[in-house]
């Protein structure tokens, strides 16, 4: 998996090798930002203008699980 540019100040792309299900968002204390369903694309991009400068966790769910990254906003 790549995710870039990170530290993001506007938009995050990712790619993957496995399809996405669904996105969510999570500020570094837990509390659910936003959910993307996303329809099984491999490339996509996540817009981060809104969100304040910080730590967050993307969790990423596919068919073969869920994955966390961390994303830290300029």
């Not at 959910?35 to 996540?46: G, P, Q, V």
């Not at 981060?48 to 073969?64: K, Q």
Request: proline share 3%; net charge negative.
């Amino acid at each position: 998996m790549q995710f870039y540019p990170n530290p993001v100040s506007n938009k995050l792309t990712i790619s993957i090798s496995e399809c996405i299900q669904k996105v969510t968002i999570n500020t570094v204390l837990g509390e659910k930002l936003k959910t993307i369903l996303i329809d099984d694309l491999k490339d996509f991009k996540i817009d981060f203008t809104n969100y304040e400068s910080g730590i967050y966790f993307m969790s990423l769910v596919s068919s073969h699980g869920e994955e966390i990254i961390e994303v830290i906003k300029k």
